[in-house]
């Protein structure tokens, strides 16, 4: 019977391990989503794994040779629990083929939703590091919060993807 799994792959090379799983006869998997990115040319949207370093596979470890996994090039090892591999339920793979779009991006602003008055973490641009309350969104791409600086609350206008929740 044929289940998803999760394999560990080396940093950066989520795609090089779909290509190699794939030419190996193994159906791979791998959730992309696009983020923004401030450069030296300002900001550009680029493609990337939704779960950095972990690519899904589709095994039936009883007919196929799945430890073959664990030495393709890019690769780290599947996932286990014990001497076996640790299966992934097909209700969560449905629910990210289901978010994702027609050209295979899954959209973060959709996942990610923040609540007035929740703690969030500004991780890009001139108020990176600093913490704020989340006030309310603005747009599709921008969100509103409240920063304390120089002593007063400040409402600031921040792309949706340079904040992040605090844990």
């Known amino acids: 019977m044929k289940r998803w799994y999760v394999a560990h792959t080396k940093a950066g090379a989520e795609r090089l391990a779909?290509?190699?799983?794939?030419?190996?006869?193994?159906?791979?998997?791998?959730?992309?989503?696009?983020?923004?990115?401030?450069?030296?040319?300002?900001?550009?949207?680029?493609?990337?794994p939704l779960f950095p370093r972990y690519i899904f596979v589709q095994l039936d470890l009883d007919n196929a040779p799945w430890r073959a996994?664990?030495?393709?090039?890019?690769?780290?090892?599947?996932?286990?629990?014990?001497d076996r591999p640790a299966h992934v339920d097909d209700a969560v793979i449905d629910e990210i083929r289901q978010r994702e779009r027609e050209d295979g991006i899954v959209p973060l602003a959709d996942i990610v939703s923040f609540k007035p008055g929740e703690a969030v973490e500004i991780t890009h641009g001139a108020f990176s590091?600093?913490?704020?309350?989340?006030?309310?969104?603005?747009?599709?791409?921008?969100?509103?919060?409240?920063?304390?600086l120089l002593g007063r609350d400040l409402s600031v206008a921040i792309e949706s993807d340079c904040v992040r929740k605090v844990a």
Do not use: H
């Open 69 to 82: 996994v664990n030495s393709t090039y890019g690769v780290s090892r599947l996932i286990s629990f014990g």
């Open 18 to 48: 779909e290509g190699n799983l794939e030419r190996q006869g193994f159906r791979a998997y791998l959730p992309r989503a696009q983020m923004r990115r401030r450069n030296a040319r300002g900001l550009s949207t680029v493609t990337v």
């Open 129 to 148: 590091d600093r913490t704020g309350i989340f006030k309310c969104r603005s747009d599709k791409e921008r969100v509103v919060v409240l920063l304390n």
